[in-house]
């Protein structure tokens, strides 16, 4: 029963909580831009809260608009972040509905990247109560809560936990959906694999060495010519000299 009313509170937030759609790009050292739309119940519009993640240290907030829609407000947030540690630490997690989660990124002794998130709904242990609020839960909700999520990576894709349609290795997205019904009491968890390509400084580099190599070898072949060329002339004029030289002496 210690955790009946944080669950409680889960049920009042999802009955409001009708979508979460996130979309997260990130930078080679772990920065990066995440544009999140949340849509809840609400008589009124808790700008506070936006500004007050807004001052948290590495968090660069870009744009925030607030509007109402019926009995809806629908909030859309743009910011950027320092590290992976600032974006993991606007996460509250003041109720059992974390679709925030936790985000890790690392690097394996083989030399792939690793990008994991886990969210969750509900409590992750069992107990009566637990099955008692689910019930509640289904009850009351006619139309279920999705969470989706986009990942923007700039490294190559190996593999991720999704299907192969939201997969988009060209452009290097990654998408996620859940779907509420199917989470209650359970965690999800996002898993990208990738590895690092060249870099386009890299393939600059290469490529302006291949051009001042090739501009080489063409002097060369150039420099080449003329001297055969020169040399054709001057045994020409060597021929010349002495032809005439030659008929003179035939002269005398």
Same mark, same amino acid.
């Given at each position: 029963?210690?955790?009946?009313?944080?669950?409680?509170?889960? &049920?009042?937030?999802?009955?409001?909580?009708?979508? #979460? !759609?996130?979309?997260?790009?990130?930078?080679?050292?772990?920065?990066?831009?995440?544009?999140?739309?949340? /849509?809840?119940?609400?008589?009124?519009?808790?700008?506070?809260?936006?500004?007050?993640?807004?001052?948290?240290?590495? /968090?660069?907030?870009?744009?925030?608009?607030?509007?109402?829609?019926?009995?809806?407000?629908?909030?859309?947030?743009?910011?950027?972040?320092?590290?992976?540690?600032?974006?993991?630490?606007?996460?509250?997690?003041?109720?059992?509905?974390?679709?925030?989660?936790?985000?890790?990124?690392?690097?394996?002794? !083989?030399?792939?990247?690793?990008?994991?998130?886990? /969210?969750?709904?509900?409590?992750?242990?069992?107990?009566?109560?637990?099955?008692?609020?689910?019930?509640? #839960?289904?009850?009351?909700?006619?139309?279920?809560?999705?969470?989706? #999520?986009?990942?923007?990576?700039?490294?190559?894709?190996?593999? +991720?936990?999704?299907?192969?349609?939201? /997969?988009?290795?060209?452009?290097?997205?990654?998408?996620?959906?859940?779907?509420? &019904?199917?989470?209650?009491?359970?965690?999800?968890?996002?898993?990208?694999?990738?590895?690092?390509?060249?870099?386009? &400084?890299?393939? +600059?580099?290469?490529?302006?060495?291949?051009?001042?190599?090739?501009?080489?070898?063409?002097?060369?072949?150039?420099?080449?010519?003329?001297?055969? &060329?020169?040399?054709?002339?001057?045994?020409?004029?060597?021929?010349?000299?002495?032809?005439?030289?030659?008929? !003179?002496?035939?002269?005398?």
């Amino acid at each position: 029963m210690k955790r009946l009313l944080p669950l409680l509170f889960a &049920l009042l937030l999802l009955a409001g909580c009708v979508e #979460y !759609d996130e979309e997260l790009w990130l930078n080679p050292d772990g920065s990066g831009k995440a544009k999140l739309r949340l /849509i809840h119940r609400s008589n009124y519009a808790n700008t506070q809260e936006i500004m007050r993640k807004a001052e948290l240290p590495g /968090i660069h907030l870009i744009d925030s608009q607030v509007e109402k829609a019926g009995p809806f407000v629908v909030y859309s947030v743009t910011f950027k972040f320092d590290d992976i540690n600032s974006f993991n630490n606007v996460n509250d997690q003041i109720s059992a509905a974390d679709f925030w989660g936790s985000v890790t990124l690392n690097k394996t002794p !083989d030399g792939k990247i690793v990008f994991k998130r886990r /969210i969750s709904l509900g409590s992750q242990e069992t107990e009566d109560t637990d099955d008692i609020l689910e019930g509640i #839960y289904n009850q009351q909700q006619t139309d279920h809560p999705v969470w989706t #999520y986009k990942l923007h990576v700039p490294w190559k894709i190996i593999t +991720a936990n999704t299907t192969a349609e939201n /997969i988009n290795h060209k452009e290097r997205t990654i998408r996620w959906e859940y779907d509420t &019904l199917q989470m209650w009491n359970k965690y999800e968890q996002m898993t990208v694999e990738m590895k690092q390509g060249i870099s386009w &400084l890299v393939v +600059a580099l290469i490529g302006g060495v291949a051009v001042l190599l090739a501009f080489f070898v063409m002097w060369l072949i150039r420099i080449s010519k003329r001297s055969h &060329l020169k040399d054709a002339l001057q045994h020409q004029l060597e021929h010349t000299k002495r032809q005439d030289a030659d008929s !003179d002496n035939k002269s005398d």
